[in-house]
């Protein structure tokens, strides 16, 4: 099974932006604007990453507005891994 995370411009500055600051731009530094198609081991390994970034209570997405469409995207993808 695979996955798909379709990317913007902005989208890709934005996690550029916030760089190795946190776990959940870190794991997706790597990723090109338009789709990029993910394994299921790395769409574990990306969700483990995201949920680094909550450990002390904390919200996910450090740095990401909650009404973004690229916070949308992120965890629609999170709640599509099975």
Wanted: charged fraction near 25%; aromatic fraction near 12%.
């Amino acid at each position: 099974m695979s996955y798909i995370l379709e990317f913007t411009e902005s989208d890709i500055e934005t996690i550029g932006f916030v760089g190795h600051r946190y776990c959940w731009s870190d794991s997706l530094r790597h990723m090109a604007e338009g789709e990029n198609e993910i394994s299921e081991c790395e769409a574990w390994e990306i969700n483990e990453a995201f949920q680094n970034d909550t450990e002390g209570g904390h919200s996910y997405f450090p740095m990401l507005s909650h009404s973004s469409d690229l916070c949308a995207k992120l965890v629609q993808f999170m709640d599509s891994i099975v």
